[in-house]
């Protein structure tokens, strides 16, 4: 499967770089950057750390995606709705793995999921889309005596918040729970906030150092507490999961799918 990477001179363009290098089944067809970055024409192997592969760095996502069969996106979501519509010219598979999208950003890229088979999630790792199923279930079977609570740390340079895996698990809790997180989640604290309310979902976020992704949610009861984590120790686990979604949409139709679809975790 050709596969393209778009914001491919980033920490996660060079890691599903690497990721494609090493899956058998995958071929890197193509890599994109925007207009004035400064790797532009560089060999994309090279850029990620390995071996010059023959593919440069390029600004014409259009010619990319004509010459690919899928199309890897982590990068923001002004540039993913615009990769969205050239993957549906192009009738294509697009994975997209970008944060801090809107709920306007999800509603502008599903046109193009009439043309392109779109797999979206706020983490592609396999283990974390095993959690929310397991946060989903514990939800469902506890109620509301226990309190849950998503904590999540990252990175210094993580630009979102709370993070996308973090609002994944919440949903997740939302969905057990028969509740709608935009209107019962609670994203921060200070002062005298009073009690806290009963069958809210609660966040923290936490940026310090080079932490990749640590995401824990809390269900706090009467005399016990249940805690389900998950600690991400490589970003190649993220690549690794984008390229077993884009493998896996390869032959689907067009739609709009999610990890709980690639991994048959939907009930």
């Known amino acids: 499967m050709r596969l393209a990477v778009v914001g491919a001179a980033?920490?996660?363009?060079g890691a599903l770089i690497r990721a494609i290098a090493q899956i058998d089944?995958?071929?890197?067809?193509?890599?994109?950057?925007?207009?004035?970055a400064p790797d532009m024409g560089r060999d994309a192997g090279e850029v990620a750390g390995l071996p010059k592969n023959g593919v440069p760095i390029t600004d014409d996502a259009l010619a990319v995606f004509a010459a690919a069969d899928g199309v890897l996106d982590f990068t923001a979501p002004a540039a993913t709705r615009q990769f969205a519509e050239l993957a549906a010219q192009a009738r294509i598979v697009h994975v997209i793995g970008t944060t801090g999208m809107s709920d306007d950003d999800v509603e502008a890229i599903r046109p193009a999921a009439r043309h392109a088979r779109i797999v979206k999630s706020g983490n592609m790792s396999l283990g974390v889309n095993l959690l929310a199923a397991l946060?989903?279930?514990?939800?469902?079977?506890?109620?509301?005596?226990?309190?849950?609570?998503v904590l999540e740390m990252h990175h210094r340079h993580k630009v979102d918040a709370p993070s996308g895996t973090a609002l994944l698990l919440g949903e997740a809790a939302a969905e057990g729970r028969g509740i709608d997180l935009a209107t019962r989640s609670v994203r921060s604290r200070d002062g005298?906030?009073?009690?806290?309310?009963?069958g809210d979902i609660g966040f923290a976020a936490l940026r310090g150092g080079s932490v990749i992704g640590d995401h824990s949610v809390v269900l706090a009861g009467p005399l016990e507490t249940v805690t389900l984590s998950h600690h991400a120790q490589d970003r190649q686990i993220f690549a690794r999961g984008a390229?077993?979604?884009a493998l896996w949409a390869r032959?689907?139709?067009p739609g709009l799918y999610s990890m709980d679809d690639v991994l048959g975790l939907k009930a």
């Open 10 to 13: 980033g920490r996660m363009g």
């Open 25 to 36: 089944g995958v071929v890197l067809s193509g890599a994109v950057e925007r207009l004035g």
């Open 135 to 149: 946060v989903r279930q514990a939800a469902a079977a506890l109620d509301e005596d226990f309190d849950i609570e």
């Open 192 to 198: 005298i906030t009073g009690e806290r309310p009963r």
């Open 243 to 245: 390229i077993k979604a």
């Open 251 to 253: 032959d689907r139709k």
